[in-house]
């Protein structure tokens, strides 16, 4: 793509995040959302083939449709309170229809039918910024009008997620999928705790875009999109098996790696608020998303596919692409456990 | 809630089943979603007027500004859908699923 036009989607990505984050008037928020949906695209639409052109299509429809029905709620919140600042919501009917619209900008069930197609039909690098940046806005405004959000909506929404995060992504072999329903499940788990403490929501957000990045990393070292070229990565570069494991198992959520940080807090926050079948529920469900990361490592690290000797014998290259922040990002996902009481201060 | 709020409001929820359940062409549903950016913008001027809240008046023309675009985006999406199928039917909408 034009250098200048590249330079103009990314600066526009970036400041309108930027602007729904930071913004105190409702018509900002709505606005900012707007341009983060107008700026990814023509991003999305770099090669613009069948897939690509399939994929920015129902993103396009989903999103468009979720901020006519935020702008509906804004305007419902205007006519009971009469004022523009972003804080809880006056009135129930403007809470349920906002908290519904935000379910189909993060991909929330029962909302999330978008999320795996959009993710199949993009590139890697597309898709990376699409399950991590494209977060960022909608859950800065959840967690603003947080004190309004429906309990019963909200709890049975994040479940719903966490199962069918977990259920959908047994049936794949294509990794964006898998990655697509692993960023259902996870905003599932970051949405439970929205009412009971949003900064472990913020916790798990940060926690979960880390992990996201280095995973898709290292996928796109190798533009490795399906299981089968994922199992190819011990002949190539032998350490990224290594590398892909221990991601995989932190995105599962297992003890030592940092991934169990997040789920670990939000289990001891439920608990504290008396809730005790929803958090053994959803530690439960987890384990279909350990699951299929499981396979992954599986076929990535622990054995060899069978392939033809001439496959194993391959001329070892440097490596060409560039590997932005992986080696930062690899200790971020996987050693950052003894730091979980900073980061509980901290946010 | 008054008689003039009740009726802007079935017209958006009329535009909204619209949108989400048509059958076969996509521009029925830019459509509708143009339809229901124009009842927001009736909802917000009566409401914006009907409170004499002056300073607000602005709103309703940059909501249409954005829905402008927002429009722009989507009859350029389905040009490319037509560039390739030579129709807008969804029912072509179908090389993701597996």
Redesign the interface.
């Known amino acids: 793509m034009n250098p200048f036009i590249s330079i103009m989607l990314l600066s526009t990505l970036i400041l309108s995040t930027m602007i729904v984050t930071i913004s105190s008037h409702w018509?900002f928020a709505?606005?900012g959302l707007?341009m983060n949906?107008?700026a990814i695209?023509p991003i999305m639409?770099k090669k613009?083939t069948?897939?690509a052109?399939?994929?920015?299509?129902?993103y396009?429809?989903t999103q468009?449709?979720a901020?006519?029905?935020l702008?509906?709620a804004i305007?419902i919140n205007?006519?009971y309170s009469?004022q523009?600042t972003i804080m809880k919501l006056f009135n129930p009917t403007a809470s349920i229809l906002m908290t519904m619209a935000l379910a189909i900008k993060l991909g929330l069930a029962p909302f999330h039918f978008w999320v795996p197609?959009?993710t199949?039909?993009i590139p890697l690098t597309t898709g990376l910024i699409l399950l991590t940046w494209q977060k960022l806005a909608p859950i800065s405004i959840l967690y603003q009008i947080s004190p309004s959000i429906n309990l019963h909506l909200m709890v049975t929404m994040s479940f719903l997620s966490i199962l069918i995060g977990g259920w959908g992504g047994l049936n794949q072999t294509q990794l964006r999928k898998i990655m697509a329903y692993s960023s259902i499940a996870h905003m599932g788990w970051m949405t439970t705790i929205l009412l009971y403490n949003p900064s472990l929501t913020m916790l798990n957000l940060l926690i979960y875009i880390i992990m996201t990045f280095t995973m898709f990393t290292l996928l796109a070292q190798n533009s490795t999109t399906t299981t089968l070229l994922l199992s190819q990565t011990w002949n190539t570069m032998p350490i990224m098996t290594t590398f892909t494991m221990l991601t995989l198992l932190s995105m599962g959520g297992l003890p030592p790696l940092t991934g169990f940080m997040p789920k670990w807090m939000i289990i001891q926050e439920l608990t504290k608020n008396e809730s005790l079948l929803l958090p053994t529920l959803m530690a439960i469900t987890a384990l279909l998303n350990l699951y299929f990361y499981m396979r992954l490592a599986y076929s990535t690290a622990l054995t060899l596919f069978p392939s033809t000797n001439n496959m194993k014998m391959k001329w070892q290259f440097y490596p060409t692409k560039q590997m932005t922040l992986l080696p930062t990002a690899i200790v971020l996902s996987t050693m950052l456990l003894p730091l979980t009481p900073m980061f509980f201060i901290l946010l | 809630m008054s008689l003039v709020h009740i009726n802007i409001l079935m017209a958006f929820t009329m535009s909204l089943t619209g949108l989400l359940m048509y059958r076969s062409h996509l521009m029925s549903a830019l459509l509708c979603l143009e339809g229901m950016v124009l009842s927001l913008f009736i909802l917000a001027t009566l409401t914006i007027l009907n409170s004499h809240f002056t300073l607000a008046n602005m709103m309703p023309i940059i909501l249409l500004v954005f829905a402008a675009c927002e429009a722009a985006i989507g009859l350029a999406l389905l040009i490319m859908i037509s560039n390739t199928y030579g129709t807008d039917y969804v029912q072509n909408l179908n090389l993701l699923q597996c």
Do not use: D, N, Y
Request: charged share 15%; aromatic share 8%; proline share 6%.
């Open positions: 018509l709505w606005i707007e949906m107008m695209i639409m613009p069948p897939r052109t399939e994929a920015s299509t129902k396009f429809l468009a449709t901020s006519a029905l702008m509906l305007i205007l006519m009469s523009w197609e959009v199949q039909g």
